[in-house]
């Protein structure tokens, strides 16, 4: 039996490409973005109490890693890229129906928007459906999960001073925390773990809308080189 879906709207996110994004909500309190709803569900009934939840899951689709042939095992990041294990072990992008799920912070409610943060979202990442955080239901305290038991470790990161500046100037215009967003990302650690990283090799991602660079001047440690409008 075939189903579908459709969207009741859009993400509008500080991650305008998938490099650098956090691999779960939450570890970037700074990251923010708008869930911009679809007609009929833009009119300010769908979201009437919203007001009163702190946060929301949001099921979306994974609209960049959909795929024809369903995989049965992937290499989550967390075990460093060389590991297989199960599809549903794992809360990996690559889904038998594309469909993921994050629980984020939801800041303002306004007839047609959703202001949130702490989100792992794509820009124009494709919203299925919003349902209300329930603490005393969704908080499980004996709750087990041995292959990510902990949050990642953090890794320093350094500025160079005129990149520290930028930011600080760029987050000024654009009215968010962008110095801020720049170190809770980069302090995942975004290359892959497999990956060993040169001295003289620069990473970049873009974040709203201006590009970041950074190099690792040795392994577990990050510089940011420049922020640059794009």
């Not at 909500?25 to 007609?39: D, K, N, S, Y």
């Not at 049965?72 to 799920?101: C, D, E």
């Not at 299925?128 to 305290?141: E, G, L, S």
Request: proline share 10%; with cysteine.
């Amino acid at each position: 039996m075939q189903h579908s879906v459709s969207p009741v709207g859009y993400v509008r996110s500080c991650f305008k490409e998938k490099f650098a994004i956090p691999r779960q909500p939450h570890l970037a309190p700074a990251a923010r973005g708008v869930l911009e709803l679809l007609p009929p569900f833009d009119t300010g009934d769908a979201v009437a109490g919203l007001e009163q939840v702190s946060h929301v899951w949001l099921l979306f689709l994974f609209h960049q890693a959909l795929e024809d042939k369903p995989r049965l095992k992937v290499r989550p990041p967390r075990l460093g890229g060389n590991q297989s294990i199960g599809v549903f072990a794992s809360r990996s992008t690559h889904r038998p129906n594309g469909i993921g799920q994050s629980v984020v912070k939801l800041d303002k409610v306004e007839p047609g928007r959703l202001w949130l943060s702490g989100i792992d979202l794509l820009d124009g990442t494709p919203v299925i459906d919003i349902k209300p955080y329930v603490p005393y239901a969704d908080r499980q305290d004996g709750a087990l999960n041995a292959i990510a038991d902990a949050a990642p470790e953090l890794i320093p990161v350094e500025w160079e001073p005129a990149a520290l500046l930028q930011a600080h100037e760029h987050g000024q215009r654009l009215g968010e925390p962008l110095a801020e967003l720049i170190e809770q990302c980069l302090a995942q650690d975004p290359r892959p773990a497999y990956q060993k990283p040169e001295p003289e090799r620069r990473y970049g991602a873009r974040l709203w809308d201006v590009d970041v660079r950074w190099h690792y001047p040795e392994s577990g440690r990050i510089r940011v080189l420049e922020i640059a409008r794009g």
